[in-house]
């Protein structure tokens, strides 16, 4: 593989890191294990995270007194997750290759390397994270506003995001901002600041990612091809039925909650 | 299975004392006490402290004459990662990063930090704060130092 030539699979990129930027994918791997799980373990132990799971129960009750319906799917008490190492390299190798437009120099604000995490790590806003599931679409927005005004109550700062993607993907991303101590690599701590995210989405929108959360995962990993068609036109690709799955549910749930709406006022 | 009572001893050194983190260190050295096909004859804990002064245990690993053992994040109760990889004359590199440490005897400001890497792209890393640098040093010596490749004449 020639210095300038763009890895084509993950494989490639491996070697590139190592070749290129003299970085040892398996000891960066470790590395990032023992950080990630310190900030899991200090976010588990924070008042935010027992305080949001003491008010859930009453989140559940005020939206059920003003639209009739539970807000939560079960269960209701959420894990918080680590994300993979695999899929941070795979998060980088986008950024430094495959939607690089700069090839073969730096993208723009620089390489992202694993081997500099005080300036990788703050770039990833999921390290850690967590996914609530609610019933009903307007639930979405409910529980975020509620999560937002938690975070305010604590001096927390928090980023509020509703995503809305091309490929059908339909949620809303909170990001808590907050410093954790992580250990270096050498000895000691040291303070970084991060996102924790909090997924809130629909139920349904919820089981479409799980049957295709497999797809997905391959398609972050995929070289950005030369298609002859646009996915829109193309009507017989895996992308045309998966994203406009996630499209059409969207605007089920959507007409789900005013039909909902709709009986409230009738007294239904 | 109980420990050995030199390995109490470290371990009371480096302040792991509690009953629970003693339970859980006995139940991964009976684990490899199964797997291992030799003798386990060291202990070693990674550890470090943080801004307040409290002590973090990271990794737990155990070595025989031949075999380097680690249990990854082992006062973590979510899972178990636990490898053993063959060390003896498989080192083909091996890095010491130190401060505050002449490899002598350590204060309560030493560090070290050892790093090796074996044939067939495994690789380790030790780091130890405090008395337990001593400790570090000795395992370098007896199992990373003599293992060190030996190029053929």
């Known amino acids: 593989m020639g210095a300038t030539s763009k890895p084509k699979t993950l494989e490639e990129y491996k070697k590139w890191l190592r070749n290129k930027h003299r970085i040892d994918v398996t000891r960066s791997k470790n590395y990032y294990e023992s950080v990630a799980l310190r900030i899991k373990q ?3 132990s924070s008042d935010y995270w027992r305080s949001l799971k003491e008010h859930l129960k009453e989140y559940d009750a005020e939206y059920k007194m003003n639209t009739g319906y539970p807000l939560l ?6 894990e918080l997750y680590i994300k993979p190492y695999e899929s941070l390299l795979v998060k980088t190798y986008r950024k ?3 939607e690089n437009k700069n090839w073969p120099d730096p993208p723009d604000g620089g390489w992202i390397l694993p081997n500099k995490p005080l300036t990788w790590y703050p770039k990833i806003n999921d390290i850690v994270r967590t996914l609530f599931v609610v019933k009903y679409l307007d639930g979405v927005e409910f529980l975020v506003n509620k999560l937002i005004e938690l975070a305010e109550e604590m001096e927390i700062k928090a980023e509020k995001h509703f995503v809305a993607k091309e490929e059908g993907y339909y949620a809303a991303h909170l990001y808590l901002i907050r410093e954790f101590e992580v250990p270096k690599e050498n000895w000691d701590t040291e303070i970084i600041t991060l996102k924790v995210e909090i997924q809130v989405t629909t139920q349904l929108q919820e089981v479409i990612r799980q049957l295709l959360h497999k797809y997905y995962e391959s398609k ?5 091809k030369e298609k002859s068609k646009q996915w829109q036109w193309d009507y017989k690709s895996d992308e045309f039925i998966a994203n406009y799955l996630g499209h059409i549910l969207h605007y089920l749930e959507g007409m789900i909650v005013e039909i909902r709406e709709k009986q409230r006022e009738v007294g239904l | 299975m109980k420990l050995k009572k030199e390995f109490m001893e470290y371990l009371a ?3 792991i004392s509690q009953e629970i983190y003693i339970k859980r260190i006995e139940e991964i050295y009976e ?9 386990i004859e060291e202990i070693f804990v990674t550890d470090y402290f ?3 002064g409290t002590r973090e245990y990271e990794s737990l690993w155990f070595f025989s004459k031949s075999y380097a053992m680690e249990a990854k994040n082992f006062l973590t109760i979510d899972e178990d990662d636990f490898d053993l ?3 003896r004359n498989r080192v083909m590199y091996w890095e010491v990063k130190k401060k505050n440490y002449d490899f002598k005897e350590a204060n309560d400001n030493s560090r070290l930090h050892v790093y090796f890497s074996l044939v067939g792209e495994i690789s380790g890393e030790l780091k130890a704060s405090s008395k337990n640098c001593d400790y570090l040093r000795d395992i370098f010596l007896k199992f990373i130092k003599t293992n060190v490749v030996k190029e053929k004449p």
Do not use: H, W
Request: aromatic share 8%.
């Open chain 1, 220 to 224: 972050r990993k995929e070289t950005i």
């Open chain 2, 50 to 52: 943080t801004k307040d």
């Open chain 1, 96 to 98: 430094n290759c495959l």
């Open chain 2, 13 to 15: 050194d480096i302040g």
């Open chain 1, 73 to 78: 799917m079960p269960p209701t008490e959420r």
């Open chain 2, 31 to 39: 684990f490899y006490t199964n797997t291992c096909p030799e003798d």
């Open chain 1, 42 to 44: 200090q976010f588990e």
């Open chain 2, 85 to 87: 990889a063959p060390i």
